[in-house]
């Protein structure tokens, strides 16, 4: 598609480098962080492209976007932003991935049931103006302007220049979905590929019982890829909520012996009645291996950023080994509540 644009794509978007404290200073613009799809919007005024971070083509998967958008962006432009399904009760990422699907078909019916908005945060260009050397405050003046109005599905992302609102909005949007705050400079111009945004994200620990693990891809028998780890809900039901495999790879292959005492076949053991990492395999080589089933009386302590629903988000870090914490004890409870989406 050539597009009458100062640039065609793709384009490398601008990313950012994590950091542990929101900083602070008269030359950062604070945003909260979206949980959803990075995206780069190419509107001409009659023709839009919608490109993925990793440079790919999205327009087949949001059909409402490339409709929606044409309608709704009042001027040729190019915006930097994040494709999102916001619904009552916050953002959902879980229904966003399902619009990744093959079937044209699928996607159609998945546009109009959960249909799927775009939050603006940059503009790299307007008109004919190539905006990606211009300093990131008047990009987003510019953007203000531009997107003066929420027209789904187009939006303006939240933003100050108040780090004390800014750190509200770190406590406060978690519940919604939202999983941090990203700090911009207001003097920095739009550098593709590179880190030069700051990302602030939750960062919490937890106690899991460690009830299955992977193998390594390609050392099946011989070093462990993930362990799978759970929680006991209020009726002492044990649930699948995510993995950890931030092992070196001696430690991998020490993990074999580590769990070999307490791999069982007994379905109602662990991840039985609860929701599961899939179906279990035997312990045995040369086998396709999804996962392995263990006795549920492991515990490890992990770190993790976000959750999605009731699991982790994303994959977490192993900090230590439990021994003197009963599997028993490791429920949702100690998780805490975000607070609720508003």
């Known amino acids: 598609m050539n597009l009458d644009l100062p640039f065609q794509p793709p384009l490398e978007p601008m990313l950012a480098a994590l950091q ?28 839009i492209y919608i490109q993925s971070r990793d ?25 930097d932003g994040e494709i999102v399904v916001m619904t009552g009760h916050g953002l959902d990422f879980g229904v966003l991935q399902m619009r990744l699907h093959p079937a044209a078909a699928r996607v159609t019916k998945l546009a109009a049931e959960t249909p799927a908005q775009f939050a603006a945060f940059d503009l790299l260009a307007e008109g ?23 027209r789904p599905p187009l939006y ?30 207001l003097d920095e111009p739009y550098q593709p590929g590179v880190r030069a945004f700051v990302k602030v994200k939750h960062h919490r620990t937890a106690d899991c019982v460690v009830a299955g693990f992977r193998w390594a891809k390609g050392q099946e028998g011989a070093a462990v890829g993930s362990l799978l780890l759970g929680l006991y809900d209020a ?11 931030s092992f070196k790879a001696g430690e991998k292959r020490e993990l ?11 379905a109602t053991a662990g991840f039985g009645r609860g929701r599961t990492p899939g179906a279990p395999s035997r312990w045995s080589q040369g086998k396709d291996l999804s996962w392995v089933r263990l006795r549920p009386e492991l515990v490890c302590e992990v ?29 949702y409870d100690q998780l805490g509540a975000a607070v609720p989406a508003e």
């Open 256 to 266: 074999v012996g580590q769990l070999r005492p307490y791999v069982t076949e007994d």
């Open 156 to 185: 303006l992302s939240p933003s100050t220049v108040e780090r004390d609102l800014a750190e509200d909005w770190f406590d406060r949007f978690e519940g919604a979905g939202f999983d941090g705050i990203v700090a911009k400079r």
């Open 235 to 245: 009726d002492g039901v044990l649930h699948h909520v995510g993995h950890t495999s």
């Open 55 to 79: 440079l790919r083509p999205l327009n087949r998967y949001f059909p409402e976007l490339v409709t929606g958008l044409a309608e709704t962006i009042p001027a040729p432009a190019i915006l």
């Open 303 to 331: 770190s993790f950023d976000h959750l999605q629903g009731d699991r982790f988000r994303h994959g977490t870090t192993f900090q230590r080994w439990r021994p003197d914490k009963p599997a028993d004890d490791c429920t």
């Open 128 to 150: 004919d103006a190539d905006l990606r050397s211009k300093p990131f405050a008047e990009r987003h003046r510019r953007l203000q302007a531009l997107v003066s109005v929420d």
């Open 20 to 47: 542990d404290e929101i900083p602070s200073g008269p030359e950062w613009r604070y945003e909260p962080k979206w949980d959803g799809f990075r995206a780069i919007v190419f509107f001409d005024g009659t023709d």
